[in-house]
């Protein structure tokens, strides 16, 4: 999830944003997307909170002990963390179609698109496999960019530019997020996912995952070379700009130290054997925080409830339930049915891409 309201995360940023002034603000005016107390819960506190409860369901039953659902074999950790996955996916459709004047905006990319990616996999396995591939590292750049969005928010929450060090917070997040894979002992459940490609004959991708587990070495070290010659880089340039009226937002700070050690210690150590478990627990339940608070009243709109006698506990008793009921039912469906696994595919896909414009769009509509 990309939640830079002001401007499109991934776009090009106008102006010169690492010399941009701040722009005024008024004396009380909230440093929060929300508030303290929704912000604490959704935005700061998940990326710690994740750690710990990683923490202690490692080695456990819970993490550890396996049963048998509808004819497949989980762990409670594996099972439910495969349903929030897949339904914080999914979420998004409450974000690009329950919004009819966002979709009427961009009728091909909210619905043809998607018609004709499943199509397209349907007929090649080759784009199936290679669209597969594709939401792996999708994800990961994905995931960097939804913490640089939340910081971006944070900053002109401050009263800063919102060009201001704009492409060393993309850089740094990057770096936070990726860095950690590449370099860390997660990395090879990362790259392994090119060997899907034996299923249609190219067996040539072999040599990807070879290639990065031979040279992991060289990658960590380069990583931990030119990731601290950045951070001092990164350092000394917020410090220019705070000479120049910056101003320092405490909730960025802590979001990017908590959600960077987090990364770095599960990605890169892996220390509980609860690396998936922690990263996406925190990333799915900040966006769900996000989609929440930003289009509960399209959803009560959507649902007919708008008006009604306890409408937002419906509203969101719907959310969850709609998005739940779908990361189960992929849970526990047949991966070897083609059709299935194309329809989740899209649903990914379109997940990482639709975040990466939609808070641009609604920009232009404020």
Same mark, same amino acid.
């Given at each position: 999830?990309?939640?830079?309201?002001?401007?499109?995360?991934?776009?090009?940023?106008?102006?010169?944003?690492?010399?941009?002034?701040?722009?005024?603000?008024?004396?009380?005016?909230?440093?929060?997307?929300?508030?303290?107390?929704?912000?604490?819960?959704?935005?700061?506190?998940?990326?710690?909170?994740?750690?710990?409860?990683?923490?202690?369901?490692?080695?456990?039953?819970?993490?550890?002990?396996?049963?048998?659902?509808?004819?497949?074999?989980?762990?409670?950790?594996?099972?439910?963390?495969?349903?929030?996955?897949?339904?914080?996916?999914?979420?998004?459709?409450?974000?690009?179609?329950?919004?009819?004047?966002?979709?009427?905006?961009?009728?091909?990319?909210?619905?043809?698109?998607?018609?004709?990616?499943?199509?397209?996999?349907?007929?090649?396995?080759?784009?199936?496999?290679?669209?597969?591939?594709?939401?792996?590292?999708?994800?990961?750049?994905?995931?960097?960019?939804?913490?640089?969005?939340?910081?971006?928010?944070?900053?002109?929450? %401050?009263?800063?530019? *919102?060009?201001? #060090? &704009? $492409? =060393?917070? !993309?850089?740094?997040?990057?770096? @936070?997020?990726? +860095?950690?894979?590449?370099?860390?002992?997660?990395?090879?459940?990362?790259?392994?996912?090119?060997?899907?490609?034996?299923?249609?004959?190219?067996?040539?991708?072999?040599?990807?995952?070879?290639?990065?587990?031979?040279?992991?070495?060289?990658?960590?070290?380069?990583?931990?070379?030119?990731?601290?010659?950045?951070?001092?880089?990164?350092?000394?340039?917020?410090?220019?700009?705070?000479?120049?009226?910056?101003?320092?937002?405490?909730?960025?700070?802590?979001?990017?130290?908590?959600?960077?050690?987090?990364?770095?210690?599960?990605?890169?150590?892996?220390?509980?054997?609860?690396?998936?478990?922690?990263?996406?627990?925190?990333?799915?339940?900040?966006?769900?925080?996000?989609?929440?608070?930003?289009?509960?009243?399209?959803? %009560?709109?959507?649902? *007919?409830?708008? #008006? &009604? $006698? =306890?409408? !937002?506990?419906?509203?969101?008793? @719907?959310?969850? +339930?709609?998005?739940?009921?779908?990361?189960?039912?992929?849970?526990?469906?047949?991966?070897?049915?083609?059709?299935?696994?194309?329809?989740?595919?899209?649903?990914?896909?379109?997940?990482?891409?639709?975040?990466?414009?939609?808070?641009?769009?609604?920009?232009?509509?404020?």
């Amino acid at each position: 999830m990309h939640p830079a309201a002001p401007d499109s995360p991934e776009g090009p940023a106008p102006g010169s944003p690492e010399g941009s002034a701040p722009r005024p603000t008024h004396r009380g005016a909230s440093r929060y997307i929300v508030s303290p107390r929704y912000d604490l819960v959704f935005f700061l506190l998940p990326p710690a909170l994740a750690l710990f409860v990683g923490a202690a369901i490692s080695g456990t039953a819970f993490s550890e002990g396996e049963f048998e659902f509808l004819g497949d074999d989980f762990s409670w950790a594996s099972l439910l963390i495969g349903v929030f996955i897949h339904a914080h996916l999914v979420a998004v459709f409450f974000r690009s179609h329950g919004d009819p004047q966002i979709r009427r905006l961009y009728p091909a990319r909210f619905l043809a698109v998607p018609v004709v990616l499943y199509a397209v996999m349907l007929a090649s396995p080759w784009v199936l496999i290679s669209v597969s591939v594709l939401a792996t590292f999708w994800d990961v750049y994905h995931s960097g960019m939804q913490t640089f969005g939340f910081a971006r928010i944070y900053d002109m929450k %401050a009263g800063n530019d *919102r060009d201001a #060090g &704009r $492409r =060393l917070d !993309q850089l740094l997040n990057q770096l @936070l997020y990726a +860095g950690p894979i590449l370099g860390g002992v997660t990395m090879i459940d990362h790259f392994e996912d090119f060997e899907e490609f034996e299923e249609v004959g190219a067996t040539m991708f072999n040599a990807v995952p070879a290639f990065m587990e031979g040279n992991q070495a060289w990658f960590t070290w380069s990583l931990v070379a030119l990731g601290t010659a950045f951070l001092g880089y990164y350092v000394l340039a917020y410090a220019r700009l705070q000479r120049q009226g910056y101003r320092v937002s405490m909730q960025k700070t802590w979001l990017l130290a908590s959600t960077g050690a987090c990364s770095i210690y599960t990605w890169g150590f892996n220390s509980f054997g609860e690396a998936f478990f922690i990263m996406n627990l925190f990333h799915a339940l900040q966006y769900f925080g996000i989609v929440w608070w930003s289009e509960k009243g399209n959803m %009560a709109r959507l649902f *007919r409830l708008q #008006g &009604r $006698r =306890l409408a !937002q506990p419906m509203t969101l008793a @719907l959310f969850v +339930g709609l998005t739940a009921a779908y990361g189960l039912g992929v849970q526990v469906m047949d991966t070897s049915l083609t059709a299935l696994w194309a329809l989740t595919l899209v649903v990914s896909v379109m997940h990482f891409w639709y975040d990466g414009f939609i808070w641009s769009v609604r920009r232009q509509q404020v």
